[in-house]
């Protein structure tokens, strides 16, 4: 098979959108069904390897080097579980939390057997020197943590922000690791009335450079 044909085949077997390689290639839909038409044959070589990367092969299968069974044994050898990056958490003051998928991360089938998985992109600076702006958190889907934890919390049913939770009796500190930012403080009777909710544990940290 052409290119054109081994993307498209990957593609549907995998039960990826076009849109869905496109933000984990990061192009568009339109660029990825050009490539499936046959429209755009020459490609760069760093999206070749990021398109083999979203389509859990190798480039030398793309690019019809190797066959289908090589390819499944190589991408054997990296196997794991692919969780979507959703909207972008502002370390900072709270955001409306937004549950759009804007990319894909992996993580190890032993990790997946541990509980229900996402990631969050972080915005801001509040959560510095240890996370910084533009990092991604894998985040294990949790309605409560321990005091010192890093959890993902909503506020006000809608707004996402990344903090250290410190409990005490009459409430929940919500913590910035910069100074420059204050502490936010709910008793009890906010954490129903408002609410506030604990949605996950940040369990990892997927530092961006």
Do not use: C
């Not at 229900?116 to 889907?141: N, T």
């Not at 009459?170 to 009335?193: D, M, R, W």
Request: without cysteine; glycine residues 8%; charged residues 30%.
């Amino acid at each position: 098979m052409e290119f054109k044909d081994l993307v498209k085949s990957r593609r549907i077997a995998l039960g990826l959108t076009l849109e869905e390689v496109g933000k984990i290639v990061g192009v568009s839909k339109a660029t990825v069904q050009r490539w499936e038409s046959g429209e755009i044959s020459n490609m760069r070589r760093d999206k070749v390897l990021l398109l083999a990367k979203a389509l859990h092969t190798t480039p030398a299968y793309l690019m019809g080097w190797e066959d289908d069974k090589e390819a499944q044994n190589s991408s054997k050898k990296s196997k794991g579980v692919k969780i979507p990056v959703l909207g972008r958490v502002v370390a900072g003051i709270p955001i409306d939390a937004v549950e759009e998928i804007i990319d894909y991360e992996e993580i190890s089938e032993d990790m997946a057997r541990q509980g229900d998985f996402f990631a969050l992109q972080v915005k801001g600076d509040s959560m510095e020197p240890r996370i910084v702006d533009g990092d991604v958190v894998i985040v294990r889907k949790q309605e409560d943590v321990d005091s010192g934890d890093i959890a993902i919390v909503l506020v006000n049913g809608d707004e996402a922000t990344i903090k250290k939770v410190q409990k005490f009796d009459g409430g929940i500190n919500l913590v910035p690791t910069n100074s420059a930012y204050p502490v936010l403080t709910y008793t009890n009777k906010e954490i129903e009335q408002l609410p506030v909710r604990v949605i996950g544990k940040v369990v990892e940290l997927r530092a961006k450079f």
